[in-house]
């Protein structure tokens, strides 16, 4: 009798060991499945978001150093403008939107015409053409049939409060408004360019900006 008691408190207790060590029960198992599933979900989402973030940085980057070769190009065109090789005015017509001149932009002693232009591309961003006109015949003279159109700067961000070009006089020592009439073009001496450029419309980071004062050498007045 004693035997059988004691067997049944050793049995018991053997009961009792088992249940205090036994495993996770299936819900247990499925909420913490549940919770790294969600764990690894947030991380892929994360460095999706990164990647993303970065490719339009580079984006970005690469954009700024476009705009800055095509307004070293620009720049250099407007400033060295002069009068054409068939004897017409340094400057052919200028708005807020288009500039065209005369340079010699490829060095061979002839003075093509020149021409920047927007042209809308989207409700939200235009495209900013070079249009380049090389003389030909006898007399000298620049048909508009031979323009040579190419892209300048792609995305340019349209504004309100910014105009592609503005033109100041003789008179401007930095503080003067621009011309409000580009009618009468002999009294342009100095040309602004700005330029808002995206590559990710709507998106961030914000648009870069460039802007810079041209003076045309051989249009100045002392």
């Known amino acids: 009798m004693k035997n059988r008691v004691l067997n049944t408190k050793v049995t018991q207790g053997l009961k009792f060991e088992f249940r205090d060590h036994q495993g996770f029960s299936l819900i247990e198992v499925v909420i913490v499945a549940a919770l790294a599933v969600g764990v690894l979900f947030v991380i892929v989402s994360l460095r999706g978001n990164v990647g993303n973030l970065e490719n339009i940085i580079t984006q970005k980057l690469a954009s700024r150093q476009d705009i800055e070769q095509v307004f070293q190009i620009m720049t250099t065109e407007i400033r060295s403008a002069s009068q054409a090789s068939n004897g017409a005015y340094a400057i052919g017509a200028a708005t807020t939107s288009s500039f065209s001149f005369y340079s010699d932009v490829d060095g061979d002693k002839i003075y093509d015409k020149v021409r920047y232009f927007l042209a ?8 900013v053409y070079r249009g380049v006109i090389k003389p030909t015949g006898n007399p000298l003279q620049y048909a508009t049939s031979s323009e040579m159109v190419s892209t300048a700067i792609k995305n340019f961000v349209k504004s309100t409060s910014t105009n592609f070009f503005e033109y100041y ?6 503080s003067e408004p621009a011309m409000t009439s580009t009618q009468d073009i002999t009294k342009i001496r100095i040309v602004k360019v700005s330029v808002y450029a995206d590559v990710t419309p709507g998106k961030a980071p914000k648009p870069v900006f460039f802007s810079s004062f041209v003076s045309i050498r051989n249009l100045r007045s002392n």
């Open 120 to 127: 809308t591309s989207t409700a939200v961003t235009s495209t």
């Open 169 to 174: 006089d003789a008179d401007y020592t930095g």
